[in-house]
């Protein structure tokens, strides 16, 4: 984690919108205080990849719907 500012709870809890569009803006987490001991690390979110933006990066070898699964049901016995 890159050295992340501290703010005291009460300030976040007055600023919070603000702060966290600033997280997401810069990409720096900031450690949330009470009291001088730090209760909480707030970072941006990680990316999320839209539905349907892995098409085409995945192959399928053989039959998904009507596979032998025999064997492995008699294994388990």
């Not at 987490?29 to 990066?57: H, N, Q, S, Y």
Request: hydrophobic content about 40%.
């Amino acid at each position: 984690m890159a050295s992340a500012q501290s703010m005291q709870i009460s300030e976040f809890k007055a600023r919070c919108i603000e702060v966290l569009r600033e997280i997401d803006r810069t990409g720096q987490p900031l450690v949330v205080t009470l009291r001088g001991k730090p209760i909480a690390v707030v970072e941006p979110a990680p990316a999320v990849r839209a539905l349907g933006t892995m098409e085409g990066e995945c192959t399928l070898h053989g039959d998904l719907v009507t596979g032998d699964f025999g064997g492995e049901w008699d294994m388990n016995r």
